[in-house]
């Protein structure tokens, strides 16, 4: 039997779902059995022994000289910089920017910002892909310098502690809050920094998501509900990661050769409030867009629209050529599709529930449908996801 020693904190729910996902790979295995590690049992290397392997957050150097001595195969889940050479299982944070981008464009922003903890790797990462693709689009950054005092604060406040306020640094984050352009779209490199963020905004009497409107990631459903506006977040895929992390070490253990580092896409988006928004002129136009995104579900027609928004179909349609040279019933079935293929690509769902779920009137109609916009049917596609 081979024992396998967890260090990974469980207080938020990127811990918990890499938890998740470590255990569902063990569950394939009979001769593998687990152990939860705690902060206390890293006071030296013979603590450890009796371990096979271990999968932990390697957060600093002296965790990572601890486990270095037991001589046991490691994967690290952690996006961190130390000084050993351990095959690390993290996320894919070019895909998870690449979606950030693409959800603040799609909602027509001009301005965009990034707020993380500078010099914590993985939220540099996140900002330099989130940087570089917008650069890709011509556009610029306005970027959160971090304080010293809070970032080396963070492992002991957000990584042990939990932590959620962010007393020690709010005046600095008010201060760059109050410089911003508005309205501006601001990714934070993870939902308690967008949390924090919209908390610094409220008591500045900052509008979100009017004036700045706040994405996340980790797609904690705490976090994410639990203040107002309920805050937009992109899913990491931490249960695929704790997968892809066990199924690695099993391969190390075996001594069979593994890439030094393995990342793993990103599920979705998840649109909450913080993000529901549309800086565009005039702003009834904005409400009909959240309206077509919020209901997409639905079998929307645009008369629909024309009500919710209180005016006529001439002056809507015409606002809508003007401003998204687009028709509203153009709108609507690209919200269907958009819908339909992020349900096609992230889940196992059979293709008539996709259909019902995407708001179209029959599978046959949503399969040609999806096939004339996306040049493959949806069974290639998710094939190819």
């Known amino acids: ?49 009796g371990f096979d392997g271990f999968i932990v957050r390697v957060t600093n150097d002296d965790v990572a000289k601890t486990f270095s001595q037991t001589g046991k195969p490691l994967v690290d889940v952690f996006e961190g910089c130390t000084s050993q050479p351990f095959v690390k299982v993290i996320q ?34 996140r900002r330099q892909a989130f940087v570089e693709c917008l650069r890709l689009h011509r556009m610029g950054c306005f970027i959160y310098n971090t304080p010293a005092s809070a970032i080396r604060n ?10 959620y306020s962010a007393d020690s640094e709010e005046r600095s984050i008010a201060r760059w809050v109050r410089k911003l352009p508005k309205p501006i779209a601001v990714f934070a490199s993870h939902d ?38 309920t805050i937009s977040s992109i899913d ?6 704790g997968f892809k992390a066990a199924e690695t ?13 393995v990342r793993v896409k990103p599920t979705r988006l998840a649109e909450r409030k913080s993000t529901a928004i549309f800086p565009l002129d005039p702003p009834w136009l904005s409400d009909a867009l959240v309206f077509i995104r919020a209901n997409v579900r639905k079998r929307l027609s645009a008369l629909d629209v024309y009500r919710h928004v209180g005016h006529s179909h001439t002056v809507v349609n015409d606002a809508f050529r003007k401003v998204l040279n687009t028709t509203v019933s153009k709108e609507i079935a690209d919200s269907r599709l958009g ?23 029959s599978v046959q109609y949503f399969t040609r449908s999806f ?11 998710r094939g190819a996801s």
Request: aromatic share 10%.
């Open 1 to 49: 039997m081979k024992k396998i020693g967890i260090l990974i904190e469980r207080q938020r729910a990127f811990g918990r779902q890499l938890c998740s996902g470590i255990i569902q790979y063990a569950q394939t295995r009979e001769d593998w059995t687990l152990s939860m590690l705690d902060w206390d049992d890293l006071t030296g290397a013979s603590h450890l022994k």
């Open 92 to 125: 894919d944070a070019t895909r998870i920017s690449q979606l950030a981008v693409r959800h603040f464009i799609l909602h027509h922003f001009s301005a965009f910002g990034f707020f993380g903890h500078e010099g914590m790797a993985y939220s540099d990462m």
């Open 192 to 229: 308690l920094r967008a949390y924090q963020l919209i908390k610094v905004c409220r008591e500045l009497g900052v509008a979100v998501p009017s004036e700045i409107a706040v994405l996340g990631v980790d797609d904690d459903e705490i976090l994410c509900n639990f203040t107002d506006p």
């Open 154 to 163: 963070f492992e002991y406040n957000v990584m042990k502690k939990e932590k």
């Open 249 to 261: 070490l099993s391969a190390l253990m075996e001594d069979t050769h593994c890439p030094t580092i």
């Open 371 to 381: 096939t004339a916009a996306y040049g493959k049917s949806p069974s290639k596609t």
């Open 236 to 241: 990491p895929n931490a249960c695929g990661i």
């Open 339 to 361: 819908e339909a293929h992020r349900l096609v690509s992230t889940t196992a769902l059979p293709f008539a529930e996709i259909a019902e779920m995407s708001g179209f009137a």
